[in-house]
């Protein structure tokens, strides 16, 4: 007697809801299991772009935004943190997609972070310059700063200040740049007790 093979979806489907099934019995069953803390942190940036080397008079300002999402605290304060932004004026763009570690630390309530970031960015010149340059480009990046958390209230902070330090390959060159956001950081999930004094 053949036994009827199941469908590539239907054996998809299955799988699925055994993960699910043994996800949720591990979580009820274990009293130290918890949905662990995500901050999610929307905002203005200004980034200060290095574009004298390219033919411009003086340092470009960017405006933008920016966006992380970020796993707090996996161990004592250390955790990681997926890093977006977007700038944009009428001579350049610039995009950043970063991931690192982030650590924080709780000073009456302020929570003070600091991060080291490692990624990609891709700088596009929309009025070039005297040199006679590719108009885009992709390149890596590392970035280190930190921040200022105030909170308003168990699920919002307000971000007072972030600075980040940028070191970015674009045009065959290093660029070194500085970046300033602003805005609100969302948080789901339990709260973490981060280190205090």
Known sequence: MRIPRLSPTLTKTAALYFAVFCFTSLASGQSFFKMPEINVFAGYSLLRFDSVPLGYSQTLNLHGGNVEVSL??????????????????????????????????????????GNLLFGKTRTRLLQVGTSLLEPSTVGYSVAFGGGIDVPLGQRFSIRALQADYFVN?????????????????????????????
């Open 72 to 113: 707090p605290d996996l161990y004592q304060g250390l955790g990681i943190v997926a890093d977006f932004s977007g700038h944009h004026s009428p001579q350049a763009e610039q995009f950043n997609f970063m991931i690192g570690p982030q650590y924080r630390h709780e000073v009456k309530s302020v929570q003070l972070f």
């Open 169 to 197: 390959s674009a045009f065959g060159d290093k660029r070194h740049n500085m970046r300033y956001s602003t805005g609100v950081v969302i948080r789901f999930g339990k709260k973490s007790e981060a280190p205090s004094f």
